[in-house]
C-alpha cells in the first residue's frame, strides 16, 4: 500500500516537472541557448500567484490566465531585445547572458520580495480524495493535471498550427527554413516568449505545494536541466517522459535513501542517462 502512495506522489510532482522542463528544452533545443532565466521566471510566477491571492483574492489557478501572455510577452522582449543580437555566437556566450539576467531577475526579486520562504495557502483547503488505500490531496491532483494540459497544449502548438511547424522547421535547418521564407528571427523570439510562458505558469502551480523564495530559482533550474537530458532534448514528449522519471526516482528514492538524499538520486540518474544513452530517453542523435 505504501508503494502505490508514493508511486501516486511521484506521478503528480512529476506531472509539474514535465511541465517545467517542456519549456527548458524547447529553448534549448529550437535556439541552442542554455536558459539559465528559466528557474527565476518560474519562482516569479510563484509570486504572481502569491500576490493575486493574497491581494486581490484571485485563485492561483486562474493565475494561469494572467501569467501565460505575461510571461511570454516578457520572454518575447528578453529575446528579440537581448538574446537574438548573440544568436550564432557560441554557447558559452549566451550562457553567461542568460546567466547575468539571471542575476540581475534574481536579485531584484530579493530586494522586492526579500529571501523569506512564501507558500501559495488556500481557505478553505481542498482537501484530499481517497482512490483505495491512495490519498491525493485536491490540489496537487488539480495542478497535475492542469501541469499535463499545458504540456499538451505545447505539443498540440508545436505539432497543429502554422507557426508551430515553422518552429519545427527552424530546429531541423535554420537556413532552409529561411530559404523558405521563415522569419527565423521572429520564431527565435515566438520560441522564447513559449519557453518563458511554461515556466511562468509552472510558478503558481509549485506555489500552491512548496514554499517559494527568490533563492528557489538554481533549484527548479537543475530539476529542469535534468528532464531535458532525460527525455531527450527539444522533445515535448520527451520532457514529459523526463519529468514523469524524475517524479518517481525522487519519491522512491526518499523512501529507501531519505528525504535528503533524493536530490542526489536524480543527478545520478542524469549521469546514468548520458553514459548510457547522451541523447536522452526520447531523443535522437544529431537531431537539434
Same mark, same amino acid.
Not at 45 to 67: D, N
Given at each position: 500500500m505504501l508503494y502505490l502512495q508514493i508511486l501516486a506522489n511521484g506521478l503528480?510532482?512529476?506531472?509539474?516537472?514535465?511541465?517545467?522542463? &517542456?519549456?527548458f528544452s524547447l529553448v534549448w533545443g529550437v535556439l541552442n541557448v542554455i536558459n539559465i532565466l528559466h528557474g527565476s521566471f518560474i519562482?516569479?510566477?510563484? !509570486?504572481?500567484?502569491?500576490?493575486?491571492?493574497?491581494?486581490?483574492?484571485?485563485?492561483?489557478?486562474?493565475?494561469? *490566465?494572467? &501569467?501565460?501572455?505575461?510571461?511570454?510577452?516578457l520572454g518575447y522582449i528578453v529575446q528579440s531585445g537581448l538574446v537574438n543580437r548573440m544568436i550564432g555566437a557560441p554557447v558559452l556566450l549566451t550562457l553567461t547572458l542568460t546567466f547575468g539576467l539571471d542575476l540581475m531577475l534574481s536579485n531584484g526579486m530579493l530586494a522586492a520580495f526579500t529571501a523569506d520562504f512564501k507558500k501559495v495557502s488556500l481557505d478553505p483547503p481542498l482537501g484530499a480524495v481517497l482512490a483505495g488505500p491512495v490519498v491525493l490531496p485536491v490540489d496537487r491532483l488539480i495542478a497535475m493535471v492542469l501541469a499535463l494540459a499545458l504540456v499538451g497544449l505545447l505539443y498540440l502548438t508545436l505539432s497543429r498550427s502554422r507557426i508551430g511547424r515553422a518552429i519545427v522547421a527552424v530546429r531541423m535547418d535554420r537556413e532552409a527554413a529561411a530559404l523558405m521564407g521563415v522569419r527565423v528571427k521572429t520564431v527565435y523570439a515566438i520560441t522564447f516568449g513559449l519557453g518563458a510562458l511554461m515556466a511562468g505558469v509552472s510558478g $503558481?502551480?509549485?506555489?500552491?505545494?512548496? $514554499?517559494?523564495?527568490?533563492?528557489?530559482?538554481?533549484? !527548479? *533550474?537543475?530539476? &529542469?536541466?535534468?528532464?531535458?537530458?532525460?527525455?531527450g532534448l527539444g522533445s515535448?514528449?520527451?520532457?514529459?517522459?523526463?519529468?514523469?522519471?524524475?517524479?518517481?526516482?525522487?519519491?522512491?528514492?526518499? *523512501?529507501?535513501?531519505? $528525504?535528503?538524499? &533524493?536530490?542526489t538520486l536524480?543527478?545520478?540518474?542524469?549521469?546514468?542517462?548520458l553514459l548510457v544513452r547522451p541523447e536522452g530517453l526520447l531523443g535522437r542523435k544529431g537531431y537539434a
Open positions: 503528480m510532482l512529476g506531472g509539474l516537472y514535465a511541465c517545467i522542463g &517542456a519549456g519562482v516569479l510566477g510563484g !509570486y504572481l500567484a502569491f500576490y493575486a491571492y493574497s491581494v486581490a483574492g484571485i485563485h492561483p489557478f486562474f493565475s494561469l *490566465l494572467i &501569467a501565460a501572455p505575461v510571461f511570454f510577452a $503558481p502551480l509549485l506555489a500552491m505545494i512548496f $514554499p517559494i523564495s527568490p533563492l528557489s530559482g538554481s533549484a !527548479y *533550474l537543475s530539476k &529542469a536541466f535534468v528532464v531535458c537530458v532525460l527525455g515535448v514528449p520527451g520532457a514529459l517522459v523526463g519529468g514523469l522519471a524524475l517524479g518517481l526516482a525522487e519519491s522512491f528514492g526518499s *523512501l529507501w535513501l531519505g $528525504p535528503e538524499h &533524493a536530490t536524480s543527478f545520478v540518474l542524469l549521469i546514468l542517462i
